[in-house]
Structures are given as structure tokens and as C-alpha cells.
């Protein structure tokens, strides 16, 4: 054989060898993102509501104690941790109603997209709330898109929007699951249809009552935001949604186990209407916001279990984190406040969801490779949610071209703990797009005339003033004390700074 027939063999032999050990290396990937869980909530994080399967995550993994999500509220914090972009860089990206149109459109890089790319099997399971199709009035009768499918997922099982918003019910793909066509369904969210129940007209229908908002349909004894007829077979109970989560994404793990697989399981828990399953009522004597903690928990232990029985730990790396902070009343009369005892959701720090304080957007984050990530560690590294993106792209050997996902970081090594430095700075996004800046310890609130505390009947500080705010939040992680008149000239400073970001 001649020298150069034998290297040509070579590099054949190595072309042919190459998606295998490129595949074997690089994990199956879940991300359970919950909704509105605090830096408190779980008991690794201080909580005093015993989560032993989330804590297990800690126990074999690494537990991040300065990790946000980029937005105090859902749709934006989806919406950036999808694109790599931050969302208060495009109009429209706030709350989304239940009939909103998608906000991320075909054609985008998206952290689905990108995994995709890699070869990877995509899924989503569980609340979307970045909106679908294009018609301006959606028709939940027919096929529906763009969604999940056109920008990156291979298969979605979503709640449209959030739970307490209509249509009360689950997509698969691009359509609601178990639709009778003889009963279609309707959904405005300007007036009533069919003059069907409401929650102002009919409290006494009610299992739970309203205390803001939330006065619209009724649907299985609750009343929502929106209104809607129509669709009775498909409606959900809301005690069944974490099961049917579960379930669907075991049946995506099973289906794929011999691929790579992205899963963005995305519970519907802890958020309102916090309506637990039966087996779950009263197990933590602090009402349901409390027993919601125990279900997510369950969710948690059963993709665990489901895992070890396909002896799949080890090439899985499993995300644990929350789009938002904590909130106790956010629109029903469900106790959350009284009883909440000894438990606090916002683990010492100020504010809380839709706030500019720490507690809108420093949420719970665990990362698990076992046999990757050293057990029981912990990382005080500085990294946003909206660094995904280009984590995973470099560690799936991918360029991003940079006049895409413009925010996002390749935080690859920080997330699997060999890096311990992290991010230098990120944004963080209030309600009414108020922007903060954390750069090292410092944090700059950017003055803003608003009201003290959400102004809708949630009893959370926004965190607006109309001075400058600044904290060092290592030493003073309540924010406490405000330093912009002690020290002007770093606050200056980091007043640039955002703007020199929020213009670039
Ligand atoms: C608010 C709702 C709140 C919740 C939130 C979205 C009212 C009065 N309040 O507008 O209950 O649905 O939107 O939560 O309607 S999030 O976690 O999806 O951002
Ligand atoms: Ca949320």
C-alpha cells in the first residue's frame, strides 16, 4: 500500500469514527424550568419545604448561588434564554396574553435550532407562552403555526400561555389535543362569549377565588384571565397538568434514547392557579403554593428515576432553574401568604417577582453531569440563563455568527464547573422594561418614576426610584444600602455601561 493511499484510508477511517465518539461526548441535555420558583423555595437553598429530589441534583452536582434569569417575569425570560437575545431589545416581548402571536418567528438561531443542528432530537414539554401563529385571530380549530416546531423543536406538548389564561388547554405539535370538531373552540379576551360563567358574574361556581384579575371564564372551578367556549373535551383539570408533563416526557426520553436529546421541560408549577393534585393536597401544611413545591419535586424525582432505569445519568446533564422569582398572592385567594410559617421563598434577598430587586431574577440553579461535574459543588460564578445559547453551540463544536444571539456568552466551562470566573456583567429586566446592571459585586437600578409596589394588588417593592440605585450585593445582597451618592463615580460608571449595552 503506498503512503498516500494509506493516510487517504486514515482520514476516511477518522471521518467515519468521528460522529460516534463526537456523539458518545456529548450529553443529552434536560433543562426543567420552573415557573415563579424563588432563590428560597427549595430546600437546598435555604428552603424549609423538603425537596429531596431537586436537592439530590445538588448532592451530585453543582448549585450556583449567582445565576438569573434575564427578566422578573416568564415571557421575556423564555424569550431570552430561546434567542440569546435579551428581550427588551424587541417591542412586544412583555406578559403575553393567551391569543398572542409568536414572538420568535422561523428563520431565527434559536437554542432549540442550534441542538437541532448538532443532531440532536428537540422537544419541548410544558408552558410556551411566547405565542403562536400569525393570524391575527388564532384559530385553535386548525392547524396552528409558526410555534415550537418552526423554530428548532421536533416535537412540542405545550400549554399555550400560562394556566391561568384561556384557551385552557394542551397543544400537541400544531394542534389542541382531544378536540371534538362538533364543539370548536372560541377565545377573546376583550368580552365574553355564549354568555358563558365568569368569575365577577358567578364567585359561587368558584373552588378558588379571585383576589386581582382572574375574573374572566370560569373553567374547572377557576376562573381565568380571557374568555372562552368551546373545546369541553379538551379543557384540562389542573390537577393532572405535572402528571401528563411527566408522562410525555418520559415517553420523549424512552423514544429517544438512542440519540442525543434536548428536553426543555417546562413546568406549569409553581404558578398560579396552584391547584396540586389530590395525592400532593396538604402534604406540607403551608396550602398550595406550598404542596405545588412537593409536585415539582415529584416532577423532578421521576425524571430522575426514569434516567437511572435506562442506566442514562451519565450522558445526561440535567438544568434545574426558574424563569422568575417568587410571589405569593399573584391573583388568587389560595393562602400563600398565611401560610407560609417559617418558609421564606426569597431566600434574604429584596423584592421579587417583577421586581428590579434581586429576587426577580436570581433564581435556584443546579446543573448535573454525574461523572462529569464534581458532586456537592457549588459556584459563586456570575452567569444568566441567556448564555445557553452559546454554551451549548460550543459544546456541540458549532459557530454562531456574532450578529445573532448578540447576549449570550459560551459560559460552557463555568456551567460544567471547570471555569469559576463566570460572566463579567449582565442585565437584568423589570416589569415596565426597567433595567439593572450587575457588574462583579456592584449593581446599578437605573432611576425610574413608578410606583413603590406592583401596582395590580401584588405585595412585592418594584424596586423604582426615581435616584439612581446602587448596592454591592455581595455584601449586601438585601439591598440595603444605597451607594450612589458614596460613590458617584462608579455609579456613573455602570450608567454607561448599560447604556453603552442597551444601544449596542
Ligand atoms: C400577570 C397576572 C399574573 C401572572 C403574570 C404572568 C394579573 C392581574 N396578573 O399579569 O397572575 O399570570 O401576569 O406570570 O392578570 S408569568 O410568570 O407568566 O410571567
Ligand atoms: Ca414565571
Redesign the pocket.
Known sequence: MNAKYKFWNLIVLILLISPTVYYSQTPNIILIYA??LGYGDISSYGGSIPTPHIDALTKNGLKFTNAYASSA???PSRYSMLTGEYAWRKKGTG?APGDANSLILPGRTTLPGVLQKAGYKTAVVGKW?LGLGEEQTINWNKEIKPGPLEIGFDYAFILPA?G??VPTVFLENRHVVALDPKDPIKVNYHRNLDDNPTGAENPEQLQIMYS???NQSIINGISR?GYMTGGKEARWRDEDIADILVNKSIRFIEDNKDFPFFLYLSTHDI??PRVPHERFVGTTGKGPRGDVIIQLDYTVGAIQKKLQNLGMEENTLIIFTS??GPVLD??YLDGAAERLGDHNPFGGLRGG?YSSYEAGTRVPFIVQWMGKIDANSESSALISQVDFLRSFASATGQNIPDSVAIDSQNQWETLIGVQTEGRKSLVQQAIRNVLSFVEGDYKYIEPYSGPAIVP??VDIETGFKEEPQLYNIKEDPGETKNLAFEMPEKMVKMKQELNRIRNS
Open positions: 415557573d415563579d417575569t416568564c415571557t406578559v407562552h400560562t391561568d389564561r386581582h384579575g382572574h384571565i404558578h398560579v424563569d422568575n399573584d391573583g417577582k395590580w394588588g
